[in-house]
């Protein structure tokens, strides 16, 4: 990975952890196809068998939070539980919480692919634990970046495995705490330059404001940009008459004769 952030004293790999990982991280290359990441769509779990048990899907639902949409039986064992529909958070300490939400919120918003080292301490009943925590983005129906393939890997630090393979993770709930945290920005397609408009062709249309009319200004008005042209006045009927001559007076009265 690029950029670690946050580099407190690391706890012990998670062999096994790793090991998933890179099964779970070299499947998502695959699909890559040309692409910064595969869609949600092209997950086939026939293709991770092997890391099933390990491997969820996230779904974002806020900033710095996503939530289960699958999850495998070793993630539920570790809750004592089903955590579908449950914050990745529910697997974290209080005091963890702030740093999974920056790295989830990273995997979406930038994108880009996490990766963390865990730890659970021992208690009453409950075995000290090592963990490893993997989000690889994944993008949706609408090519969003709103889902994640991830694996979540805990394992004894100190007693053997089972036989089978099962982990004896002690009393459920496990709540871990980040020791180590990485993340690599994915490496995204440059933005494209806007294409200039095309000219316009044909006939221009005539100005809005008048019949094809220049807008008169200073210079082809002859006046200056703070003067304002005169305007007339229209003359009153009775200045109109006093112009007029007493021929044009009389021409305007009509002689109506009553008839007896």
Not at 51 to 69: H, N, Y
Not at 124 to 134: F, I, Q, R, V, Y
Not at 173 to 195: C, N, W, Y
Request: hydrophobic share 40%.
């Amino acid at each position: 990975m690029d950029r670690e952030t946050d580099s407190n004293a690391a706890s012990p790999a998670s062999a096994k952890g790793r090991r998933v990982g890179n099964e779970l991280h070299a499947y998502w290359e695959a699909l890559l196809d040309g692409r910064p990441m595969p869609a949600r769509a092209d997950i086939d779990p026939r293709g991770i068998d092997r890391a099933l048990q390990f491997a969820f899907i996230l779904e974002r639902v806020a900033p710095g939070m996503a939530r289960f949409r699958l999850a495998g039986q070793h993630i539920c064992g570790l809750m004592g539980m089903e955590v579908r529909g449950m914050p990745l958070t529910s697997l974290f300490a209080p005091e963890a919480r702030k740093q999974i939400a920056d790295l989830t919120e990273a995997v979406f918003a930038r994108p880009a692919i996490a990766e963390a080292q865990l730890t659970s301490a021992a208690g009453l009943g409950k075995p000290e634990l090592t963990g490893h925590l993997l989000m690889l983005p994944l993008t949706d129906d609408f090519e969003a970046v709103t889902r994640a393939l991830g694996c979540f890997v805990a394992e004894p630090l100190r007693a053997p495995e089972a036989a089978d393979g099962s982990l004896d993770a002690g009393r459920a709930p496990r709540r871990f705490t980040v020791s180590a945290a990485r993340i690599k920005p994915l490496e995204m397609p440059p933005l494209r330059d806007p294409q200039p408009s095309p000219r316009p062709t044909g006939r221009r249309s005539p100005p809005a404001h008048s019949f094809e009319q220049p807008v008169p200004t200073a210079a082809t008005s002859g006046f200056a940009e703070s003067q304002t042209p005169y305007t007339p006045r229209p003359k009153s009927r009775a200045a109109h008459l006093a112009e007029m001559t007493p021929e044009e007076r009389r021409a305007m009265f009509r002689v109506v004769r009553q008839e007896g």
